[in-house]
C-alpha cells in the first residue's frame, strides 16, 4: 500500500512562492528517495529535485537550482518543495516520485503521486 500524496498546488503570482507538500505512507523515508518532477502541457517531464533515503544528500535542476529548496520533515512522512521567486515558466503539474535510484530520470522511480497544479500567472 505505498502511496503519495501531492498538495500544495495552486495559484500564485510571479516572484511568489509556493510550498508543495508529499505525503507517504506504506514505507519510510529511510527506504526510498524522493524526486520532485514537473510536466506542462506538451512538454516532457523534468526532474527538479530529489532527496537520498540515507544522507539527506540533494539534488537540483539547472531551471530551478537557487529557487527550490527539497527538505524532509521530521516524522519521516513528508517531503517538502519549498518554491521561492517563481516564474510563469514554473507553470506545471508536479509530482512527487519514490524509488531506489537517484537524480532526474522519472524511470528510476517506482512509485508516483497524483500530481498538483501549479500556476504561475498574474
Known amino acids: 500500500q505505498v502511496q503519495l500524496v501531492e498538495s500544495g498546488g495552486g495559484l500564485v503570482q510571479p516572484g511568489g512562492s509556493l510550498r508543495l507538500s508529499c505525503a507517504v505512507s506504506?514505507?519510510?523515508?529511510?527506504?526510498?528517495?524522493i524526486g520532485w518532477f514537473r510536466q506542462a502541457p506538451g512538454k516532457e517531464r523534468e526532474g527538479l529535485s530529489c532527496?537520498?533515503?540515507?544522507?539527506?544528500?540533494?539534488y537540483y535542476a539547472d531551471s530551478v537550482k537557487g529557487r527550490f529548496t527539497i527538505s524532509k520533515g521530521s516524522a519521516k512522512s513528508t517531503v517538502y518543495l519549498q518554491m521561492n521567486g517563481l516564474k510563469p515558466e514554473d507553470t506545471a503539474v508536479y509530482y512527487c516520485?519514490?524509488?531506489?535510484?537517484?537524480?532526474?530520470?522519472?524511470?528510476?522511480?517506482?512509485?508516483w503521486g497524483q500530481g498538483t497544479q501549479v500556476t504561475v500567472a498574474s
Open positions: 516520485a519514490a524509488g531506489t535510484g537517484w537524480g532526474p530520470l522519472p524511470d528510476v522511480y517506482d512509485y
Open positions: 506504506g514505507f519510510t523515508l529511510d527506504d526510498y528517495a
Open positions: 532527496i537520498s533515503s540515507s544522507d539527506d544528500a540533494s
